[in-house]
């Protein structure tokens, strides 16, 4: 059990609707990152929070947001589904982000069992 | 991008067998990781090993790297059946940046 829980484990629901994916990341851990898993895109970053703030942004579609709130808890939105989102969404947690001026914390990343999003 | 590839992109061998694998990357490092994903599960942190490190050991794994090339090698001893999975590394660099892994390399272990 990494400690980080997601919310929830599965998800159908059709093209053009929106769902809501939740994480809580690991006891202490201040910074949360989104992944998009599926079978032809590899895991691909989406974004990253530190402490409430966006601190990194990667592959994220316009019709994703996402954000972390004052508990450390983060949501990843995504909205006007379409077929190609469906994909394992996976949150990790650290204690900081890699690259954190003065090296603090080792950077290593616990992950939580993901949400698996159908879209029909 | 601090990304991570790896290499080769598959590797099946027999219970008992060592398994080495590669990844290379691009940018400074802080330290490089390397994560197993089972099927469909959640990604596990294997090992870290820091970048004025050359090799470290944990168990059956052992991790070694070279900055100076920048790669970095994960061999896995007397593989089990068990030990079927996708591996990752991840670069883990000085500053902030897109925070992708690479494709993986998925290890077979026959019984």
């Known amino acids: 059990d990494s400690g980080v829980t997601q919310t929830p484990k599965h998800l159908i629901t059709a093209t053009g609707q929106r769902v809501t994916l939740r994480c809580s990341p690991r006891s202490g851990d201040l910074s949360v990152y989104w992944y998009q898993q599926s079978l032809d895109q590899g895991l691909q970053f989406l974004i990253q929070?530190?402490?409430?703030?966006?601190?990194a942004k990667g592959n994220i579609l316009e019709r994703f947001s996402a954000q972390q709130f004052p508990d450390l808890h983060s949501e990843l939105n995504l909205s006007s589904l379409e077929l190609g989102d469906s994909a394992l969404y996976f949150c990790?947690?650290?204690?900081?982000?890699?690259?954190?001026?003065?090296?603090?914390?080792?950077?290593?990343?616990?992950f939580g069992e993901g949400s698996r999003l159908t879209v029909l | 991008s601090q990304q991570g590839e790896e290499d080769p992109q598959a590797l099946s061998i027999q219970e008992g067998e060592n398994a080495t694998m590669n990844c290379s990357y691009k940018?400074?490092?802080?330290?490089l990781q390397w994560y197993r994903q089972n099927s469909g599960r959640g990604l596990v942190h294997l090992i870290l090993?820091?970048?004025?490190?050359r090799e470290k050991h944990s168990g059956r794994l052992r991790v070694t790297l070279d900055t100076s090339k920048k790669s970095s090698s994960l061999l896995i001893t007397a593989s089990r059946a068990a030990d079927t999975a996708s591996y990752f590394c991840w670069a883990g660099g000085t500053s902030y940046g897109k925070l992708t892994f690479g494709q993986g390399t998925i290890l077979t272990v026959h019984p």
């Open positions: 090993i820091r970048s004025n490190e």
């Open positions: 990790a947690s650290s204690e900081y982000p890699p690259g954190l001026a003065g090296g603090q914390g080792t950077g290593e990343l616990f």
């Open positions: 929070y530190y402490n409430g703030e966006e601190r």
């Open positions: 940018t400074s490092i802080n330290n």
